[in-house]
């Protein structure tokens, strides 16, 4: 008895199965075409909405942010392309150049630390920033670094570092920084104008 139940349990599922795979290939043309409008629409978006103000990150937009600082038709492109090639650590991380200070790479550095130095290299990848080595920035916190050891009587948890570095934005990196301001900002005196 329960090898016949079982059997008859194995059949129904194989059963079910089999209905399944036939509901799925009699919709398998439907679910490619919507699969496939959904990544396009994913790769797409070029627009986001705060509290009832759009703010649009199209070729358009940025190529008019730009318009009144002489950039030329390709180097607009590139913005474009690079705008929305931001991941949002990158976004944060390049709004910030010019005002970070004291960059190295140390010994033991912190997870911060180590996401903090791939996403210079990747900003540096992207053609936005170029990386310099400081000789004498690195001589200096390795000299605080052990003064502050004598000081305390430990040793430093990051240990020293093997270098250190400025970081600055490049022609490019300079427009992108400066669409986004623009873009950005416009989406403020729309908030205000909505007062």
Same mark, same amino acid.
């Given at each position: 008895m329960s090898n016949a139940l079982k059997s008859f349990k194995e059949?129904?599922?194989?059963g079910l199965?089999?209905?399944?795979?036939?509901?799925? @290939?009699? #919709?398998f043309p439907t679910l490619l075409t919507v699969s496939q409008a959904l990544l396009q629409k994913a790769t797409s978006v070029t627009a986001i909405e705060v509290e009832g103000v759009k703010i649009a990150f199209d070729q358009g937009n940025v190529s008019s942010r730009l318009t009144p600082f002489d950039v030329n038709a390709a180097e607009k492109a590139k913005v474009l392309e690079a705008v929305n090639g931001l991941e949002p650590?990158?976004?944060?991380?390049?709004? #910030?150049?010019?005002?970070?200070? @004291?960059?190295?790479?140390y010994q033991r550095p912190t997870v911060d630390m180590r996401r903090m130095l791939m996403l210079d290299y990747q900003l540096q990848a992207k053609g936005l920033t170029t990386i310099a080595d400081?000789?004498?920035?690195? @001589?200096?916190i390795k000299g605080q670094a052990k003064v502050d050891e004598e000081t305390s009587g430990k040793a430093s948890?990051?240990?020293?570092?093997? #270098?250190?570095?400025?970081?600055?934005?490049?022609?490019?990196?300079?427009n992108v920084k400066? @669409?986004?301001?623009?873009?950005?900002?416009?989406a403020f005196n729309q908030h205000v104008a909505l007062k």
């Open positions: 059949l129904m599922l194989t199965c089999l209905i399944g795979l036939g509901l799925l @290939a009699w #919709n650590d990158e976004f944060e991380r390049l709004m #910030n150049v010019g005002e970070l200070s @004291a960059l190295c790479d400081d000789p004498e920035l690195k @001589a200096r948890d990051i240990g020293y570092p093997h #270098n250190c570095y400025v970081m600055d934005l490049t022609d490019t990196g300079r400066t @669409a986004l301001v623009k873009i950005l900002s416009g």
